[in-house]
DNA sequence: TACCCTTACGTTACGGGTAACTCAAGGCGA
DNA sequence: TCGCCTTGAGTTACCCGTAACGTAAGGGTA
């Protein structure tokens, strides 16, 4: 009896008159046993209230635990929020847990996050991004444990990967804007250390606004969670610092429609005198007058993907360590 | 070695040429070591990157768990989206995490996942709402570990609890509503089993209708999660059936934008034609181009409450049981 | 010199479950 | 009647860390 005074196998064992190993096969259902003498283990498991120690049973080694790690940088938007719900609902239905952890972007927070959450052996690990410290790619590697790494895609992961081109989908905008005639570009986002997905469309964005011989003003990049407001403050930053800007490609949906306010507060129209375009295709741009502009991801599939690669492994099935799902830009009536 | 080839204590302390017990009080920094012997063994901790095995020790019966089981419903809309973000920031903050469990409204699922939990022997348990199975309860108040039930307000709670009085935060609408003038009322909402907030939020705003003489018509109870699709076809629903809805009360600001939007197809103001009310001061809210009346609840801060409470208790603090945070009803532009 | 105390370790036992092995009783065929 | 197989158990060892206790060497004290 420990000191939760809670019940032990070997307690109802005795309770039943058989030893331990008698009590564990009849839980666990293994056969070899007579039906009397599983009759009365079970009744002394429903009298006693008996509730197996789960901790034991992965200590001996015998089987892996049946919770996944799964660091997120946050649920300040829908878009993890799916990714998380994609997740867990996946695992739960297979009898599976979620050990959460938000970290920010910051890499050293995951890192001695995923020390502590490898200490408790989990089944598997989902993290987000491709950029983590050395340390915690070394622990990654050496668990042993199936690790996914989501929203990033990446064709050389550290084990299993699914997400998408970032980069990809920056330029596929880039050149969508540009295509419709536009020649002076602005982009509105926020500022994190790591050289994140949303750094990378911003990449693609400029490449594809040089290939086409148009401007890029000065990025706006706040400090900031990128919702609402900051894309209200964002936009009058970049549009006080520069003069022309026809069209304005935010990091976010969120953000997008907090620029959207901003402008038409100023009087303007849109997209007669200024183009908007989003990203994320979130629930906020469904509600909008006029469609907006934006390029949509199948956040929730991201998560049930990532959940079935590492329920698939803890299953000992081979099976593709890499999946692209792609994006698809939305053409909306916020750009000309 | 395990099946995993990691490294053991017993393994760094043989590479010391140490024992185990000298290792394990060198790691935990116990004292009764030399320098040197400190040094050999913290070169080999960090030679073999050995990591410690939490299992083991909690298994052993001498410390608890670092990770608290936390039961929502869903994050299907921002509010548990918020308190979740509020618990598992601040157990982050204190080196705990979130085992996460997402039960719908589910009492059948919730009790199995507390099953689940507890054999992982959590440090504390968060739940949402008062109801729960039998068995459930029994579980949670033989677990021996701190449970705070958050959302619904509950002066008798398993243990501790967290939240606010739904009830009087649909009554203090009603009366709101009531003392605008309006005398015939509708609600639209959404459908669970159990008897839930939403529920009883419903039934403070018949109490307070009654208390004023006026008129409830029949309440739209759809089986859809509560977005503004459902706001918007609830509200269809509502107006088909009933003639001369003077007011409709809805289960959250989402549904009830959806109203809005719908109400405008119609070519009906707001309002003029058509009072509007939601609940939860959600994001949504802030950019209608008039704002919404609504009830704002501290989402964050029932989570970061919660998750307080877990901690004080765990670190062995007596502290106060249960917590109501209130509400506070944010008059706007849609009601008259 | 005898005694005690401190320092720096080592040894043993334990927690709760399970794999691997052992064992007794009964049935059955030759 | 003997040997062999099957059924239904029990016994032992182990997983990995830590509490509790044991102990040898060295220093201080009367």
Redesign the interface.
């Known amino acids: 009896m ?5 019940v032990s196998l070997a307690e109802v064992a005795a309770a039943a008159g058989v030893s331990k190993m008698t009590a564990s096969r009849v839980l666990r259902e293994e056969g070899g046993y007579s039906e009397q003498t599983r009759d009365k283990v079970m009744a002394e498991v429903e009298r006693l ?1 008996y ?6 049973t ?2 001996a ?1 015998d089987t892996s ?3 996944v790690g799964v660091s997120i940088p ?3 938007n ?1 878009i993890f ?2 990714v ?2 994609g997740i ?2 996946k695992l ?1 239905a297979y ?1 599976h ?6 970290n920010e972007h910051s890499l050293d ?1 995951e890192e001695r ?1 995923i ?7 989990p089944a598997g690990l989902i993290v987000t991004g491709r950029a983590h410290s050395p340390k915690a790619v ?2 990654m590697r ?4 199936p690790v996914v790494e989501i929203w990033d895609y990446n064709s050389s992961p550290i084990d299993m990967c699914v997400g998408l081109d970032h980069f990809d989908s920056g330029y596929a905008m880039g050149r969508h804007l540009a295509e419709r005639g536009y020649q002076r570009f602005g982009y509105v986002g926020t500022f994190h250390q790591t050289a994140n997905a949303a750094a990378a469309r911003l990449s693609g964005y400029r490449k594809a606004i040089e290939d086409a011989g148009g401007t890029l003003v000065q990025p706006v990049l706040l400090r900031d969670v990128p ?2 407001y900051p894309g209200h403050y964002g936009t009058e930053q970049l549009l006080a610092a520069h003069r022309g800007v026809e069209v304005i490609y935010y990091q976010n949906d969120n953000l997008a ?2 620029g959207i ?1 901003y402008c038409q507060k100023l009087g303007m129209s849109i997209p007669e005198d200024i183009g908007i375009a989003g990203w994320g295709d979130m ?2 741009a ?2 909008q007058p006029v469609r907006l502009t934006s390029t949509a991801v199948p956040h929730l599939r991201i998560g049930q993907l990532a959940a079935e690669m590492v329920l698939s492994r803890i299953q000992g099935h081979e099976i593709k360590k890499t999946r692209d799902v792609g994006h698809v830009l939305i053409p909306g009536a916020t750009v000309l």
Chains 1, 2 share one sequence.
């Open positions: 420990n000191k939760n005074s809670k209230g509730l197996p120690n789960r901790l034991a992965v200590f080694g635990s049946t919770f946050g649920l300040g829908e929020t799916q998380l719900e867990d609902r739960g009898q847990q979620t050990m959460l952890g938000m927070q996050w020390e502590t959450v490898l200490s408790w052996k070394h622990m050496g668990a042993g444990i919702g609402f429609v907090g306010h629930p906020i469904a509600i």
